[in-house]
């Protein structure tokens, strides 16, 4: 869709700007609610349209700002599994969501997406921001933070 790919483009600069965690936390999610909102309260067709357009936008922002958030904070040997893992969720949640489908209406079940934000702010709320983002802005001790919340208490950076 072409909110999709004006996503995947506006999410580099936000990220680089903010940061994996809140382009991911604030930006994504605010897309989300956005999109998902429209199409709650549409009474047209432009209304559902928008909707979709901001839709478009926040998936655009998750596969380009996840799969570098992924590469960042991983392992070089889980990089490869948790790269994957991406797609492996977004197809899961496809065939959760078609399934759903069977038993709701489209109000429904923009309702039921729309309640899904929830459990992906929790999740981004309780991550850490990307070491190497950090390290990058000049935020040394953030990073030795972050790094020591992924690695694990016993890791200790140099």
Do not use: H
């Amino acid at each position: 869709s072409i909110g999709c790919l004006v996503g995947c483009i506006l999410a580099g600069p936000v990220m680089e700007k903010f940061g994996r965690r809140i382009a991911l936390l604030v930006f994504t999610s605010s897309l989300y609610t956005i999109g998902f909102l429209l199409i709650l309260m549409a009474f047209n067709g432009a209304m559902v349209q928008a909707g979709r357009f901001f839709n478009g936008l926040g998936l655009g922002f998750v596969l380009a700002v996840t799969s570098v958030y992924i590469v960042e904070i991983a392992t070089t040997d889980m990089r490869g599994f948790l790269g994957c893992f991406v797609q492996f969720l977004g197809s899961f949640g496809v065939l959760m969501i078609f399934t759903a489908g069977c038993f709701l209406n489209w109000f429904q079940l923009s309702g039921l997406m729309m309640a899904m934000v929830i459990p992906f702010l929790l999740g981004m709320y309780s991550c850490p921001e990307s070491p190497r983002w950090l390290f990058s802005k000049g935020r040394e001790e953030e990073a030795k933070a972050s790094l020591e919340w992924l690695r694990g208490q016993d890791f200790k950076p140099d």
